[in-house]
């Protein structure tokens, strides 16, 4: 299967095009200032400009401000964004811009519920769940729990990694995958040869 790879928590153009040159389908930016990989609109959009085409650049944000989403996306016409927090279709859908919403795997959550609430969403993101932090945990949840007919194509994230990816793509068979953490050499610094090595793990399946 042709399963997509988004690589989340770009700081710098250098990573951004390796990303890109490894086979990367979108490439995540981080606007949580919370987070070790947070970067500005300023910064992010200077990237989004040097990418080439067939890449998607998706804008990450964690209940923000409709100032801080609007700097961003009046920085580039290429922007889908996710959205991570508590934030309600409405809140999602007033850019008119495509989204992603991330769902966190809390116990007992209602995926089919609350996944069908973002009936505008182009996908469904789930992660795992870790009181205090949004995302980019470097947890795994049990994929088990995943139901076999959400109503949006699946983005899988939470602690993917090189040596988990290809059993979560076969096993799971999700549209696409999504990882952070699992391919930095720091935080915020990607390793070159970990996300050649997950995007090839990826695609292989
Ligand atoms: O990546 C972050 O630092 C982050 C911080 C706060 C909210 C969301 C964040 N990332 C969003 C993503 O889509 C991550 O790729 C996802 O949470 C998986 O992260 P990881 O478990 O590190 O692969």
Redesign the pocket.
């Known amino acids: 299967m042709n399963c997509r790879v988004?690589i989340?928590?770009i700081t710098n153009l250098e990573d951004a095009l390796q990303a890109v040159e490894a086979g990367a389908d979108a490439l995540?930016f981080?606007f949580?200032d919370?987070?070790?990989?947070y970067i500005t609109p300023e910064q992010a959009n200077a990237i989004v400009a040097q990418l080439p085409p067939f890449v998607t650049p998706v804008a990450?944000f964690?209940n923000a401000d409709s100032t801080l989403v609007e700097a961003v996306v009046a920085g580039s016409t290429r922007w889908t964004l996710?959205f991570?927090g508590d934030e309600t279709p409405e809140e999602c859908q007033r850019y008119g811009q495509p989204y992603f919403k991330?769902i966190r795997m809390k116990p007992d959550v209602d995926l089919l519920l609350e996944a069908g609430r973002f009936e505008n969403a182009t996908a469904i993101?789930l992660?795992?769940y870790k009181p205090g932090?949004?995302?980019?945990?470097?947890?795994t949840f049990d994929w088990h729990l995943i139901p076999a007919n959400l109503p949006k194509p699946l983005i899988l994230?939470?602690?993917?990694t090189v040596e988990n990816v290809s059993h979560a793509v076969s096993s799971v068979q999700p549209y696409a995958v999504?990882?952070?953490?699992?391919v930095e050499k720091e935080k915020g610094q990607k390793d070159p040869l970990k996300v050649t090595q997950f995007i090839n793990g990826a695609k292989r399946g």
């Open positions: 988004k989340c928590g995540g981080v949580y919370k987070s070790p990989r990450l964690v996710q991570h991330a993101l992660d795992a932090v949004p995302g980019g945990t470097g947890e994230a939470g602690g993917l999504d990882v952070s953490g699992g």
